[in-house]
Structures are given as structure tokens and as C-alpha cells.
T-cell receptor, first 109, second 113 residues
């Protein structure tokens, strides 16, 4: 069974401060990991995928298989980063994506 | 390119009734997944369809069913509605599956009274 844990329901930082949203997973096979974001009154949207090793809107996430983590990081938070962030896991090739409970990030001015 | 379209946006149903929700994926997307979102349980996976076949199913009772048509449009049905079925139902589509990530619709808000 696959499981995604986001230990923080709420996270608040000041503008310009670094931010890290934690995600831990449990899966016996090869995982595919994602971060999705939902801004106020908008649809849930893909932020980034571990397999593409990209940086989107200044966010990066590295898959650490040893620690089974996929934390989302940004060195300097902006107010427009305030949103709900979801970590998601799918087994490679199994097309069954499971989401964590989400972390609400608030960036204060 | 049109996004994922879900209809209707809002529904109010009475306990015991049944309901059908519709999802039109992005053109060319063949995989459609459904999720139930509630404040208490978050996003719960219902099922995933690809080329008219259900490939994966979440841990929901048999009252929840779905199907996909040859044009990749999908419907989900909930029979014998219960109060606890009140939720936002989200549909997401992708080209082949989860690998490239999902594009989500805005959801159907179902209220059971």
C-alpha cells in the first residue's frame, strides 16, 4: 500500500524567509512523486514532478529514497506562494495517485 | 486548449437518491481519475479509467461506480446516497496516466440532505 504523510497542516513564514514543506512516503516499489498546489479560488494544479528535476516558481524538491522523503523547498518565500500544497505519490506505471493531507502555507508580509 | 470540464458544478440531492457526475478531459487525454475531497479525509482516490477500462480502484463501497466512453469522457455514479457522501468530487485527466501529472477540473460540489 502507498501512503503519503505531510506532518504540518499549517505553516507560516515571513516574506523572504526560506520555506520547507515536508512530505514523507511509504511505498515498496519505485515511486513517482509530485507536488500539487491550490491557490485561493483556483483549481488544483501540478507544481512539479520528481522525475523532471525541475524548478518551478523557485520551488525545488529532491527525492530522498533513503529517508523516503520528498520535501518542497524555496529559498525566499513570496506572498503569492500562500496556498495549499499537496504531496502525491504514484507507483511507477501503476497510475494510482494518492495524496497527502496537504499543508496550508501562509507567507506574511 | 480547453481544460478539464466537470458538470454540474453544484448538486443537492436527498438521502437515498442516486447521482451522476460528468467529466470531459482535455482533448487527447485518455486517462481520467476521480477523487473525493472532504475537509476531514482530504483527497481520496476513487478510480482511474484508461481507454474505457477501469485500471485502478480506491477503497470505496460498491455504491460508487464509474465508466469511460470512447471519446474519453467519464461519468461517475453514486447510488443510495448517504449524508457522508457530501463532498467535492474532482476529476483529473492525463495523457496516459500519472507519469506526467494530472490536470484537474474545478469539481462538482455534492450536498446530500
Amino acid at each position: 500500500a502507498q501512503r503519503v504523510t505531510q506532518p504540518e497542516k499549517l505553516l507560516s513564514v515571513f516574506k523572504g524567509a526560506p520555506v520547507e514543506l515536508k512530505c514523507n512516503y511509504s511505498y515498496s516499489g519505485s515511486p513517482e512523486l509530485f507536488w500539487y498546489v491550490q491557490y485561493s479560488r483556483q483549481r488544483l494544479q501540478l507544481l512539479l514532478r520528481h522525475i523532471s528535476r525541475e524548478s518551478i516558481k523557485g520551488f525545488t524538491a529532491d527525492l530522498n529514497k533513503g529517508e523516503t522523503s520528498f520535501h518542497l523547498k524555496k529559498p525566499f518565500a513570496q506572498e503569492e506562494d500562500s496556498a495549499m500544497y499537496y504531496c502525491a505519490l504514484s507507483g511507477l506505471g501503476n497510475n494510482d495517485m494518492r495524496f497527502g493531507a496537504g499543508t496550508r502555507l501562509t507567507v506574511k508580509p | 486548449k480547453a481544460g478539464v470540464t466537470q458538470t454540474p458544478r453544484y448538486l443537492i440531492k436527498t438521502r437515498g437518491q442516486q447521482v451522476t457526475l460528468s467529466c470531459s478531459p482535455i482533448s487527447g487525454h485518455r486517462s481520467v481519475s476521480w477523487y473525493q475531497q472532504t475537509p476531514g479525509q482530504g483527497l481520496q482516490f476513487l478510480f482511474e479509467y484508461f481507454s474505457e477500462t477501469q485500471r485502478n480502484k480506491g477503497n470505496f463501497p460498491g455504491r460508487f461506480s464509474g465508466r469511460q466512453f470512447s471519446n474519453s469522457r467519464s461519468e461517475m455514479n453514486v447510488s443510495t446516497l448517504e449524508l457522508g457522501d457530501s463532498a467535492l468530487y474532482l476529476c483529473a485527466s492525463s495523457l496516459e496516466g500519472t507519469g506526467y501529472g494530472y490536470t484537474f477540473g474545478s469539481g462538482t460540489r455534492l450536498t446530500v440532505v
